[in-house]
């Protein structure tokens, strides 16, 4: 940094300064260069020239795009915007990838707007970025539509979607881009190899897992048969990783004494194989292999180890490298040590381990009382809760590390002391923290959702102890049952729910429903259920049906049909509704089509009927499964023959074509719908609004949203906005985006991404600036 000051002092006396040049390569020396790093440096010297060129811009957005600091590069890029600046191909990619690290979505849909504008969305490398910026803030969806709107990828595009489907937890996805990437004749590299391993060893596919091993030897990269510098330690880490995930513990062995060269990560994989393996005793013996070789442990290590200490008994040792290391700050190995004390009946301990955490959250609480509660000291769990209560009242809220709670496993048990005998409470125990339910909820939450550490008994001590718990503590003790072989009790939590005068939810209902199918068909105890009913008629069997298609589980409500054929039970025209309603949703004609005959078949047949007895509500049902399932030839005769329509009916027959791609006759049926005196309502106007795409009918229908007053309407008014700029009307969408009072984020970003796509640039940069002023953001 001093012969940088010197070179600077220098071109400042030799007036070189004045020189654009010498000026933007000072700043690159700055943003760049590992060595010389200085990002404050460089914005001083950035401040001092009047007109800095695209160039310039870059190199700031890019250095501090490479440093903590990403927000500053989203903010010089808001200023080069600003001072009417136009970015190049390599402006976006460095913006993208602030945007990626900081998960700020939000500006990332800006900025894909403003690539559609300038039609920089036509460069690999910015589309690439494109899509590696919406799979690292989890928007896989609109990272896929970015991938579809390029005919052709080259293997770093297909590597983003392999990568971006891995770090989101889709490892399916991963596997199958592979038979696309064939498909299309694109070979993979080594970095998508090891995604791939990985997504095989976290999904345990051994056999697609050895298959992509065998590939690796045929595409020359297997990294056994190189050596020294060439030797890929990460892919050789990628296959112990693989096999130790997926059990085979003998090749991952074999692979890992074969390996020349180890990383931190290559002993992590191998010392969680054994651990998860239960194989304790050589996972302890490779950790003690690992710290004697000078390798330093890091989290994963120690959270691995630490459960291998469980099988094996090494734990006071592992604490003193807890101790040792630093890592005793850490809140997800300090629980888990605490779960290991805890496991092996140390309660003394565990209360020492957790003490030596300095910030103690909600999790962290919660293991240790569950852990002294599930080996026999009760007062001391108590003693504990209490604390935690008196803790909670100094702040209304407590951070949870989720990781923590991954990390922990606690095995069921009863509240009790050693001897066997109730923990004796005390006068204050009875005094709750009211102004604070967080940690009490958590708690509950803790004991009912995690298969490792379920402890129903404990969860209903806690609730007991709770005057008024909120709808949320019902649902988790009711959820709670519903997923064990206890299923009556949930539905004894509900019907106390209700008798309190506690109004359930749509969280509520699946769970009791689960409970509801659970105990009828699984334990035989349906004589318990909702208020005593030994025997469901069919209004109850409806129920269920309904309930599984209010909560889009359809396949499940067409298989309750069978189960009232097996109980004897006839269905009724609302219960035939439902299961039609269910058919359309999965677009399953044939059972459609069955269900059609049994509705003849039991009398029920609308078409057969006139006058007051005409079943419109089950008519209608028929032309929506079969418009939904694209019979529309079969859902336009039925519609025609009905004596009687409602809106629904209408909405039924608009949307099948509307979804169906004929948009004429989408609109001709809706006018029709006008012409007859009919109202629209929002789903009207979403159905055919689509349609107006396909036949160009936009303004006609503009005029029908503001006589109807739906202009209020976000959705309505966003998918005008969406029409218009499909339709290359730039102006229109404004308009019709001015029309609406509340503006969101997404409406917001549909009218940018619009004029953006049309040639309307100063426009498009208006609104993007007027969102950032608005939103605050």
Request: glycine letters at 8%; hydrophobic letters at 40%; proline letters at 3%.
């Amino acid at each position: 940094m001093t012969e940088l000051n010197q070179l600077h002092a220098l071109m400042i006396k030799s007036s070189v300064i004045k020189n654009i040049i010498p000026l933007s390569r000072l700043i690159d020396f700055c943003t760049t260069s590992p060595e010389t790093t200085n990002l404050t440096y460089a914005s001083s010297i950035f401040e001092t020239i009047d007109s800095p060129s695209v160039y310039i811009w870059n190199s700031m957005i890019r250095g501090y795009s490479n440093s903590p600091k990403q927000d500053k590069a989203l903010t010089f890029y808001q200023e080069m915007l600003r001072k009417g600046y136009c970015p190049d191909y390599f402006t976006f990619p460095y913006v993208l990838k602030a945007c990626s690290v900081l998960r700020d979505v939000k500006f990332g849909r800006c900025v894909h707007g403003f690539v559609l504008k300038t039609g920089f969305v036509v460069n690999m490398y910015v589309s690439t970025c494109l899509l590696h910026m919406y799979m690292c803030c989890g928007e896989v969806e609109c990272g896929l539509k970015v991938f579809e709107g390029v005919p052709k990828w080259n293997v770093v595009g297909w590597g983003s979607l392999v990568s971006g489907f891995v770090s989101n937890n889709r490892f399916r996805d991963a596997i199958e881009v592979f038979s696309e990437m064939e498909r299309h004749g694109v070979e993979v590299n080594e970095m998508i190899m090891v995604d791939l391993l990985v997504a095989c060893g976290r999904c345990k596919d051994i056999e697609t897992g050895k298959w992509f091993h065998g590939l690796l030897k045929e595409l020359g990269f297997d990294p056994y048969f190189q050596s020294g510098d060439d030797f890929n330690v990460i892919l050789a880490t990628s296959l112990v990783d693989m096999y130790g995930k997926c059990g085979e513990m003998r090749t991952a062995r074999y692979l890992f004494d074969e390996m020349p060269e180890r990383s931190l990560v290559s002993w992590n994989s191998i010392i969680t194989g054994y651990s998860q393996s239960g194989d304790g005793e050589e996972a302890m013996r490779l950790f003690l292999d690992m710290i004697g070789l000078g390798v330093s442990p890091d989290k994963v290590t120690f959270l691995s180890v630490i459960r291998a200490s469980m099988i094996q008994g090494s734990g006071r040792m592992l604490h003193g490298y807890v101790l040792k290391t630093g890592f005793v700050k850490d809140a997800a190995v300090v629980c888990a040590l605490v779960n290991m004390y805890a496991k092996t009946g140390d309660a003394e301990s565990a209360k020492r381990a957790f003490e030596d955490l300095e910030k103690k959250d909600t999790i962290a609480w919660t293991v240790v009382i569950i852990g002294l509660a599930s080996h026999g000291h009760g007062n001391e769990a108590l003693s504990v809760f209490q604390r935690m209560r008196e803790e909670a009242l100094k702040s209304l809220y407590i951070n949870t590390d989720e990781e923590a709670l991954q990390n922990t496993s606690l095995p069921p048990g009863e509240l009790q002391n050693n001897d066997g005998t109730k923990p004796t409470p005390r006068p204050h125990d009875q005094i709750l923290c009211h102004q604070n339910i967080i940690p009490l909820s958590r708690l509950i939450d803790f004991c009912t959702t995690s298969p490792e550490t379920t402890n129903l008994t404990y969860a209903s001590s806690i609730f007991e102890t709770i005057d008024s718990p909120s709808v949320y503590i019902w649902n988790s003790m009711i959820r709670g049952y519903s997923n064990s072989p206890k299923q009556d009790k949930a539905l004894t939590f509900y019907q106390e729910m209700l008798r309190k005068g506690h109004s359930p939810d749509h969280f509520t209902f699946p769970y009791v429903l689960k409970a509801c199918w659970d105990v009828k068909f699984g334990s035989g105890v349906w004589s318990e259920g909702f208020e005593g009913v030994p025997k469901w008629n069919v209004v109850g069997w409806g129920s269920l049906v309904s309930g599984f298609v209010s909560n889009n589980r359809f396949r499940d409500a067409i298989e309750v049909f069978s189960e009232m054929e097996r109980h004897g039970v006839e269905v009724n025209e609302t219960v035939m509704v439902d299961l039609l309603v269910a058919c359309g949703r999965c677009k399953d004609i044939e059972r459609g089509k069955w269900f059609h005959g049994l509705v003849k078949e039991l009398g029920f047949d609308p078409f057969l009927q006139s006058g007051d007895d005409f079943n419109v509500i089950l008519a209608t049902s028929l032309v929506d499964m079969y418009g939904k399932c694209g019979e529309m030839r079969t859902a336009r005769y039925l519609f025609d023959e009905m004596p009687e329509r409602s809106l629904v009916s209408w909405n039924s027959i608009i949307t099948g074509y509307s979804q169906n791609g004929d948009g004429e006759e989408a609109m001709r049926l809706f006018l029709d719908m006008i012409g007859l005196g009919v109202s629209p309502d929002k789903v009207t106007f979403l159905s055919v609004i689509r349609a107006s795409m396909i036949q160009g009918s936009g303004r006609m229908l503009h005029g029908y949203v503001l006589k109807t007053g739906f202009v209020k309407d976000a959705a309505v008014v966003c998918a005008l906005v969406n029409m218009y700029a499909k339709t290359g009307d730039a102006e229109s969408a404004k308009r019709a985006f001015e029309d609406l009072e509340k503006k969101d984020t997404i409406a917001w970003t549909v009218v940018i991404i619009g004029l953006a796509s049309h040639g309307h640039g100063n426009e498009a940069l208006s609104v993007f600036q007027r969102m950032r002023e608005e939103e605050k953001f």
